[in-house]
């Protein structure tokens, strides 16, 4: 992220395990939340690979770092506009869910435009190190066709707008975090956007394992109400 390998695998270290947990969590009181409540555990992934291009780059060794900061774009292009989406039809029904296979689709396509050519082209992606924060910078397919603006713009309407089409208010209000943090990585992070919008999301996806603990405590104490208490699950 960026800071230094450090703070990446201690957002790892928070992220993994508690993400880990919060799938159990989601199992356990309401499975349409497993695919958001997996968010945090992908979060940390991606911030240990991080950590990994840090330490690749401290050490040297340029092949290494660009084999990690592919890993990492992975989760960038494809990871994110694909399982966000998804996500929050999970959590939809009717008219709404409809409105989200399209951007799912959409998700699917603009990830694969933009990760797969960084196979096929060499160079189309490289990794520089400032004193705290990597920059990542690529070559697009889409900059032959359209500005790069508009490129983010399409990225950043499928990984937040599918959180504010979701009728749960804790699911909105998550959405809402992740647009403060494209706010503040655009005016004081430009230069290495990928890296600091990644983290400011892993950050505030701590909101997401508060949001399915809670909803799974609420889940518990409802059944508790109820006439047999905990016994009548078994009946």
Known sequence: MCLSAEVSFAAAAVLVPAGTATIFGAIRSDVRYLAIGTLPLLFGLQQFVEGLVWTAGAAGDAALASQYSLVYM???????????PLSA??????????????LIIAGAMLGGLQYLPYFAHQ??????????SV??????LLDALI??????????????????????????????LVMAVVVVT??????????????????????LIYMVW???RAT??????QPGGSCSRTL
Do not use: M
């Open 74 to 84: 992975f989760f960038t292009w494809i990871v994110w506009p694909i399982w966000v």
């Open 89 to 102: 039809y999970a959590l939809e029904a009717g008219a709404r869910r409809r409105i989200l296979i399209p």
């Open 123 to 132: 160079g189309w992606l490289t990794t520089s190190f400032f004193q705290w």
């Open 135 to 140: 920059r990542y910078q690529d070559i697009n």
């Open 147 to 176: 500005p790069r603006a508009v490129t983010y713009a399409i990225y950043l309407t499928l990984v937040i707008v599918p959180f504010l089409l979701v009728r749960d208010r804790d699911v909105k209000i998550f959405g809402l």
């Open 186 to 207: 655009y005016v004081f992070f430009s230069y290495a956007y990928i890296s600091v919008f990644c983290f400011g999301a892993a950050i505030v996806s701590l909101h």
């Open 214 to 216: 809670h909803k799974g």
């Open 220 to 225: 518990g104490s409802r059944d508790a109400a």
